[in-house]
């Protein structure tokens, strides 16, 4: 199956700092990414849709200016938690699309997960 | 009302059991079904996807659904200890549009 790269996959950083993440499709162009967010024993919490060339759009209640998404090619976006606080650890995870088979499977990374001191 | 209802479990089952996994919806517009396996500290991994109604198995793996009842199942057949794991369904209504998660289920499956 299509692969999805995330990176990376476990990041330690102080409070105040921010941290980018990045997540690749591998083998397909992926115009649409989509990222979660995801607490312990808990779904997936959609945060953003990210389309390529264009603004992210979030979901209710996700800071943009918290949690900045770039989608500058077909292949790569980013998600960079800015000014991290404590409260921001939690566990990442991109997914893509393979739209360019048409059937429009969703495929995930591996996750990232960010610990905020 | 959710879009997608999933039961959480926990659900324990013996090695070689046949496991039942189920998930609910309200939008009768979905088409597109998925079934994802998560392991603790790991994005989820595709393992079944449907399009429209009926059946479609893989190995181990069976899909079904049900359009009418606005029910999708995924079964497992000789359940082995590595397949426990969460169990995530989702589903969309077009290629093109967002998917919608169920909370997921815990599945042990003991040795």
Redesign the interface.
């Known amino acids: 199956?299509a692969v999805?790269s995330?990176h990376p996959s476990r990041v330690i950083c102080k409070s105040g700092t921010s941290v980018k993440i990045e997540c690749r499709s591998l083998d397909f162009q992926a115009t649409?990414m989509?990222w979660y967010r995801q607490f312990p024993?808990?779904?997936?919490m959609?945060m953003a849709?990210s389309n390529e060339g264009s603004k992210a759009t979030y979901e209710q209640g996700v800071e943009k200016d918290k949690f900045l998404i770039n989608h500058a090619s077909l292949t790569l976006s980013t998600l960079t938690v800015t000014s991290a606080h404590p409260e921001d650890s939690s566990?990442y995870?991109c997914?893509a699309?393979d739209?360019g088979k048409?059937?429009?499977?969703?495929?995930?990374?591996?996750?990232s997960?960010l610990t905020v001191l | 009302q959710k879009e997608v209802e999933q039961d959480p479990g926990p659900l324990s089952v013996p090695e070689g059991a046949i496991v039942s996994l189920n998930c609910t919806y309200s939008n009768s517009a979905f088409q597109y079904f998925m079934w994802y396996r998560q392991y603790s500290r790991k994005g989820p991994e595709l393992l079944m996807y449907t399009y429209s109604s009926g059946n479609k198995e893989d190995g181990r793996f069976t899909a079904q659904v049900d359009k009418s009842s606005k029910y999708i199942s995924l079964f497992i057949r000789d359940s082995q200890p590595s397949d426990s794991a969460t169990y995530l369904c989702a589903m969309s209504v077009n290629t093109g549009n967002q998917f919608y998660f169920g909370t997921g289920t815990s599945l042990t499956v003991i040795p």
Do not use: A
């Not at chain 1, 024993?41 to 997936?44: A, C, G, I, T």
């Not at chain 1, 048409?102 to 996750?111: N, P």
């Open positions: 199956g999805v995330q649409t989509f024993k808990q779904s997936l959609l849709t566990f995870i997914s699309r739209g048409g059937s429009g499977e969703l495929f995930f990374g591996e996750g997960r």
